[in-house]
Every structure is written in structure tokens, then in C-alpha cells.
């Protein structure tokens, strides 16, 4: 685990050292600077699926930039986050639509001010309401930015593509975010406003892989999310030969999988092919 650590510090550290000549803030970062070879790691980069908070951790909720910031300690360093946008305006963070399972108070968030939306206080996924509250986007950017966290950033529906985008580019983050498409028309409207930026492209077979290459987006621009069941090996196969890093989604059933049988099975897992393991278990994998 300590070699696995000290090797993503001094990739993270490599990535940065790179991007430290990379225009100011606010301004658009040359489309060829940045590619998704930076997943091909000597070891597979492990994201915290929701930005942590499962594991059973407790007074840690998920989509929480406590949980992000706590995980990071641990040596996890990317995390998928699911935003949403309230009533004013404002881009938060939360993965369900409306407030109860985690966040305290009733209600579609969507519909919420953002005033009232912090008046309520994230629960852990035991039900434990915690002292957090929904984090700001911008807040979550920020803190990565300075910290050398990387995001995966999952849109809820109607979330505006371009208001994100800027406010990612505010934060000098372009490289250091992945944007999450779940097809080949989202794909194509994310790279049409971020062209400098990566995308994650659902790619479950061949036929899918055949769609998203059709695009014209470029392969170096792509991130392949392979599903939540291990795909065929001829797939990762062929996304390796291409040079797109293949995520692999073990939230659920593969997460429940390898703590019943063992947790060499996601090592098993990544010898099919696999750069990306967004997982429900950061802290229990390790290769």
C-alpha cells in the first residue's frame, strides 16, 4: 500500500509540475495539452465513486467535501461527484433529487434556495446526521485545484454543460476534471463546449465503442466507462490498443462481490486492462 501511495503522490506531483505552465485562470487551455494518457498509470487509479462516504464510514457522507478531503488523507485522490443546480442558480453538490436519505429536511433540491438547502445537515450512510453541510461546487474545484484532487463531474438533468464548464475554467481545473456523458449526443454536446477537456463515454461493447469513435472527438480526449459488470476481455483489449483508459464501475454488486470473496479479485479485475476503478471501497483497494 506505501508504494502504492508514494507513486500516485509523485504522478499527482508530475501532472501538476506539467500543468504549472498551463495559461491563468479563467482563460481556455489549449485543446492538445491535455489527453487521458495520464490514466495510464503503472498502477490503477482508484475513484471514490459519489465522492466516498460508503465503505461504511461513519459521520463521513457521501457527495461531502469533508468525505473528500478525509479520503484524501488515505491516499484516494480522484473522486466522482454528482452536481445539481438550486433555485438561485447555484451549482452544489448532491446525488438524489430531493433531501432525506442524505441530507436532513424534505423537499426537491432543485426547487430549493440555496439558503434553505444550508439550513439542512448531510447524513452518513448509517442515517447519522452529520455537522457538513451541501457543498458549493465551486468550493469542491477550489480545494482540489490546491490539494491535487481530480474529479469525475456527473450532471443531474438540466444542468447547463457551459455553466459548469466555466466555472471549472474559473478554477483552472480543466485539467484536472472528467466529464461524464452517458451518450453519443451528450458526448458530442460536452466536447462541443470543452474541447480542451476529458469525457467519459458509456462504452459496454464494441457497438458502443464503434458509435462514440464515429463522433470525430478525438481518442485522447476519451474516457471509457466500461458498465458496473466486467465487460468482455476483447473490449479492454481493444481500448488498450487505442490507448482509452477503461474505467470500471464495481460500485454494487463487484464492490459486494470482493468483500465477500476477497479483494484480490479487483486485482484480478485490472489485469483484464483496467485504468479506472470507481468503487464504493477506495480504502479497500490496492494493487
Request: proline share 3%; with cysteine.
Amino acid at each position: 500500500m506505501k508504494k502504492f501511495l508514494s507513486f500516485i503522490g509523485l504522478l499527482f506531483c508530475a501532472i501538476a509540475c506539467k500543468n504549472a505552465s498551463a495559461p491563468a485562470t479563467g482563460q481556455i487551455i489549449a485543446q492538445q495539452e491535455i489527453t487521458n494518457q495520464i490514466y495510464f498509470a503503472a498502477k490503477p487509479i482508484v475513484s471514490a465513486h459519489r465522492g466516498g462516504g460508503g465503505e461504511g464510514l461513519k459521520g463521513y457522507p457521501e457527495n461531502c467535501l469533508e468525505s473528500i478531503q478525509y479520503l484524501s488523507t488515505k491516499g484516494v485522490h480522484s473522486f466522482e461527484i454528482d452536481i445539481f443546480e438550486s433555485a438561485d442558480g447555484d451549482l452544489l453538490l448532491m446525488h438524489d433529487n430531493s433531501l432525506g436519505r442524505t441530507a436532513t429536511g424534505k423537499g426537491e433540491v432543485s426547487a430549493m434556495s440555496t439558503a434553505d438547502l444550508l439550513k439542512e445537515n448531510l447524513k452518513d450512510e448509517f442515517g447519522n446526521v452529520t455537522q457538513f453541510k451541501i457543498p458549493y461546487l465551486k468550493d469542491v474545484l477550489a480545494w482540489c485545484k490546491a490539494n491535487h484532487g481530480y474529479l469525475m463531474l456527473d450532471f443531474k438533468k438540466g444542468i447547463s454543460y457551459q455553466k459548469v464548464v466555466d466555472l471549472v475554467r474559473a478554477e483552472g481545473m480543466e485539467a484536472q476534471v472528467v466529464l461524464i456523458s452517458y451518450n453519443t449526443e451528450q458526448a458530442k454536446a460536452l466536447y462541443k463546449v470543452a474541447p480542451e477537456m476529458l469525457i467519459s463515454v458509456s462504452v459496454r461493447n464494441n457497438d458502443e465503442l464503434e458509435r462514440i469513435l464515429q463522433t470525430g472527438i478525438p481518442k485522447e480526449k476519451l474516457v471509457a466507462f466500461t458498465g458496473i459488470k466486467v465487460a468482455p476481455d476483447a473490449l479492454y483489449q481493444r481500448l488498450n490498443q487505442l490507448k482509452i483508459p477503461a474505467i470500471l464501475g464495481t460500485l454494487g454488486n463487484l464492490d459486494k462481490r470482493a468483500a465477500t470473496k476477497g479483494d484480490h479479485l479487483y486485482k484480478e479485475w485490472a489485469q483484464k486492462g483496467i485504468q479506472i476503478f470507481s468503487t464504493d471501497r477506495p480504502l479497500s483497494l490496492s494493487f
